[in-house]
């Protein structure tokens, strides 16, 4: 299975932090969002990682992975800059993350185990979060819902009311070979607006099945300046479990 980061947004509402630097590239408590996604997949076995890349592309080359660019990043969305890879998905399976969020292994490991074609992730406990960075969550949550074997049944409209709610998208897709043909056949044929209204419509048309599934680590999405003060906290409890989990697979001889 290979990896795609989507890293080509200028990410402005993080202000001065991205004026010289792409998102993923901001460093909190002292690394950088994209190496604790690349620590996080190659945990999961996952080290052939590409990344497409926009704003300030040219700072993403010192990390010598394959590079796509999306030349339209300031009017498109994160389903072009997808698409911008479109040959990154011939033959094998791709694990897609945002480049502004944190994540553990264990929901990667988790996802990899679905047989389906499209599978995404979601957080459960997601209104802890969204208070944390909302004075009203609800301004910024979109609805979420599932059938009783979690698969998505209505994503991405504003939602009015908790019990829309069952969890929030966390912006990591897994897309086998068999699914980048139906994703492209409803590009085409629909004005995409965002990668949720994608899945709505993969889902509402019945193009194909997401499953979805929950993850059991923290994570967190910065979008913000301020996201920063209320994510360090998830930071920290992430790189503790790396730290325990490089730890215990492998550990240092003491000979």
Not at 138 to 150: P, Q, V, Y
Not at 187 to 194: A, G, K
Request: a negative charge; proline letters at 4%; hydrophobic letters at 40%.
């Amino acid at each position: 299975m290979k990896g795609l980061i989507l890293a080509a947004g200028r990410g402005s509402r993080m202000a001065s932090l991205t004026s010289d630097r792409p998102k993923g590239l901001v460093e909190i408590d002292g690394r950088t969002l994209l190496d604790r996604q690349l620590s996080a997949l190659a945990l999961a076995g996952i080290t052939d990682v590409a990344i497409v890349g926009g704003w300030q592309i040219d700072g993403l080359r010192p990390l010598g992975l394959p590079l796509y660019s999306n030349p339209n990043w300031e009017t498109t969305t994160m389903v072009d800059s997808l698409l911008s890879a479109e040959s990154w998905f011939e033959g094998e399976p791709v694990f897609v993350s945002y480049a502004d969020i944190i994540f553990g292994r264990d929901v990667v490991q988790r996802m990899m185990a679905c047989d389906d074609d499209l599978v995404i992730a979601y957080d459960q406990q997601w209104l802890e979060k969204w208070s944390l960075r909302f004075e009203d969550p609800l301004s910024d949550a979109e609805t979420f819902t599932l059938t009783s074997d979690e698969y998505l049944t209505d994503i991405g409209r504003r939602a009015t009311d908790l019990a829309e709610i069952e969890g929030q998208y966390m912006g990591l897709l897994l897309i086998r070979p068999s699914a980048v043909n139906k994703i492209r056949a409803v590009v085409e044929s629909t004005q995409i607006s965002s990668m949720t209204h994608l899945l709505e419509r993969l889902v509402k048309n019945n193009v194909c099945p997401v499953k979805c599934v929950a993850t059991p680590d923290p994570w967190f999405e910065f979008d913000t300046i301020g996201d920063i003060e209320s994510g360090t906290q998830f930071v920290r409890e992430l790189d503790e479990l790396e730290r325990k989990i490089v730890e215990s697979e492998h550990p240092i001889s003491k000979n």
